[in-house]
């Protein structure tokens, strides 16, 4: 099973400016990798597939990139909305995995 | 509007069994891929089970192999989780969600399952 690890475990950044949050897969995931933002009370939102393609109505401050081993989610110009728990997810190899998340909190 | 709406969870004793639907509206259901995916409060998800369009295939998490069965309607757009022999690591909020290529592009907002004696 692919072990996905994020870090930082939590980051504090302050509104407008930008956050960058990282994925390590423990082998290769090619291009495999979905990011998801979780509110509390709310289910997951697919924000990014295939390492950096937006899904349906995701805006364009969240941006993806990476391949194999190392990904990263950026969100530019933060704003109050964007504070949650973000998730990584490999879906190259069976059975498919999530990173234990980074919340996102205010600074 | 996709919408996907789990119910069927609740308060259950070691041992027991529980079964979980997932009703869905906004697309056409029969096309895709299906899955329940659980998260314990506070902590991360975990993918549970999937099933193919018409039900033909399914696929299971190694700490559900054996007890949980998936199953769907394509004539009444649900989707089942059937789970016996429950136990407290079983605890969790189960969403289903619809398999997009392999990414979860629609989910849930859960159902709460509570395994405690």
């Known amino acids: 099973e692919i072990v996905m690890t994020q870090s930082p475990a939590t980051l504090s950044v302050s509104p407008g400016e930008r956050a960058t949050l990282s994925c390590r897969a423990s082998q290769s995931v090619s291009s495999n990798l979905a990011w998801y933002q979780q509110k509390p009370g709310q289910a997951p939102r697919l924000l990014i597939y295939g390492a950096s393609t937006r899904a349906t109505g995701i805006p364009a401050r969240f941006s993806g990139s990476g391949s194999g081993t190392e990904f990263t989610l950026s969100i530019s110009s933060l704003q109050s909305e964007d504070f949650a728990i973000y998730y990584c997810?490999?879906?190259?190899?069976?059975?498919?995995?999530f990173g234990q998340g980074t919340k996102l909190e205010i600074k | 509007e996709v919408q996907l709406v789990e119910s069927g969870g609740g308060l259950i004793q070691p041992g027991g069994s529980l079964r979980l639907s997932c009703a869905a509206s906004g697309f056409t259901f029969s096309n895709f891929w299906l899955n329940w995916v659980r998260q314990v409060p506070g902590k991360g998800l975990v993918w549970v089970s999937r099933i193919n369009t018409d039900g033909s295939r399914t696929d299971y998490a190694d700490s559900v192999k054996g007890r949980f069965t998936i199953s769907r309607d394509n004539a009444e757009n649900t989707l089942y989780l059937q789970m016996n022999s429950l136990r407290a690591e079983d605890t969790a909020l189960y969403h289903c969600?619809?398999?997009?290529?392999?990414?979860?592009?629609?989910w849930g907002q859960g159902t709460p399952v509570a395994v405690s004696s």
């Open positions: 969600a619809r398999d997009f290529y392999g990414a979860y592009d629609h």
């Open positions: 997810q490999q879906y190259d190899n069976w059975p498919y995995t």
